[in-house]
T-cell receptor, first 116, second 114 residues
Framework: NAGVTQTPKFRILKIGQSMTLQCAQDMNHNYMYWYRQDPGMGLKLIYYSVGAGITDKGEVPNGYNVSRSTTEDFPLRLELAAPSQTSVYFC???????????????FGPGTRLTVL | DQQVKQNSPSLSVQEGRISILNCDYTNSMFDYFLWYKKYPAEGPTFLISISSIKDKNEDGRFTVFLNKSAKHLSLHIVPSQPGDSAVYFCAATRSNFGNEKLTFGTGTRLTIIP
């Protein structure tokens, strides 16, 4: 049981380049999330998905796109990289919430992205 | 607008003593609170949580206290151990929102001195 895996661990992009951050989970979780963490800041939600084929915007979605074709995978796409997207990106997953009950999110190890 | 605030960026505590990490929130609609722990080069891991219907929740060495009137929660670790050295994030949500609406604080780096 690998949990939540993310690739790559590190990446340097030039302004205007594009890339896809990969995320996979093997816990059969319905919910998946993408966060970014800037230095000295908390995690901010970029996009999330409540199941295959269903995605929605979080707090900071501009400049990103996502897709969810399977339960296991939730890739994050940067189309035109900008220096403001330099950050550490975390993918997470969880079971569906029950009414009034929070289910913990399991996080991947992160991808450190630098845009120059 | 930072709705969840951790005003101490860092904290150093002697091994064996109590560590107290603080968190304040401004949104009175939040009714569920969590602490996550993060080691370098790893993702955050869930530590402990508390619902607003309680004022205390305990799990081994970790206790979270919630003061709703002051919109304040704290995490107590006793006794502190070297493995507790990490960054701790406070997070809050409204339970009827489900999992997707966590608001995180900026984190407190805890260093346990042997």
């Amino acid at each position: 049981n690998a949990g939540v895996t993310q690739t790559p661990k590190f990446r340097i992009l030039k302004i205007g380049q594009s890339m896809t951050l990969q995320c996979a989970q093997d816990m059969n979780h319905n919910y998946m999330y993408w966060y970014r963490q800037d230095p000295g800041m908390g995690l901010k939600l970029i996009y999330y998905s409540v199941g295959a084929g269903i995605t929605d915007k979080g707090e900071v979605p501009n400049g990103y796109n996502v897709s969810r074709s399977t339960t296991e995978d939730f890739p994050l796409r940067l189309e035109l990289a900008a220096p403001s997207q330099t950050s550490v990106y975390f993918c997470a997953s969880s079971y569906s919430p029950l009414a009034g009950i929070y289910n913990e999110q399991f996080f991947g190890p992160g991808t450190r992205l630098t845009v120059l | 607008d930072q709705q969840v605030k951790q005003n101490s960026p860092s904290l150093s505590v002697q091994e064996g003593r109590i560590s107290i990490l603080n968190c304040d929130y401004t949104n009175s609609m939040f009714d569920y609170f969590l602490w996550y722990k993060k080691y370098p080069a790893e993702g955050p891991t869930f530590l402990i949580s508390i619902s607003s219907i309680k004022d205390k929740n305990e799990d081994g060495r970790f206790t979270v206290f919630l003061n709703k009137s002051a919109k304040h929660l704290s995490l107590h670790i006793v006794p502190s151990q070297p493995g507790d050295s990490a960054v701790y994030f406070c997070a809050a949500t409204r339970s009827n929102f489900g999992n997707e609406k966590l608001t995180f604080g900026t984190g407190t780096r805890l260093t346990i001195i042997p």
